[in-house]
């Protein structure tokens, strides 16, 4: 059973870091591509970014220069590292896989931006 549990989201305010840790269970985590989505109750769930098995890295242009992606296989865990925070960062960020056809998400955390 797949399983992704993510954590590290929190109050913070504008400009402030914070870094999202999703670990995973039930998967060969070294060889599949991870994403990192966010949703907000006005809009649909959106693309943050991605990392192949391979650590080649792909992101959104509202995030490029601010969030970083990496991955720790040896962990099973994909980090989202999020510097330059603005408050439309706000939004509950979702740790995905794709396995067999089928996506996979964890239940996510929120992460406020506000001063």
């Known amino acids: 059973q797949v399983r992704l549990v993510e954590s590290g989201g929190g109050l913070v305010q504008p400009g402030g870091s914070l870094r999202l840790t999703c670990t995973a269970s039930g998967i060969k985590f070294s060889i599949h591509q ?3 989505y966010r949703q907000t109750p ?3 769930r959106e693309l943050v970014a991605s990392i192949d098995s391979g ?3 792909n992101y959104v242009d509202f995030v490029k220069g601010r969030f970083t992606i990496s991955r720790d296989n040896a962990w099973s865990t994909v980090y989202l590292q999020m510097n330059s925070l603005k408050p439309d960062d706000t939004a509950v960020y979702y740790c995905s896989v794709k396995r067999q ?3 996979h998400w964890g239940k996510g955390t ?3 931006v506000s001063s």
């Open 110 to 112: 929120l992460v406020t």
């Open 34 to 36: 991870m994403y990192w």
């Open 55 to 57: 650590g080649a890295t």
């Open 101 to 103: 056809g089928l996506d």
């Open 42 to 44: 006005w809009k649909e």
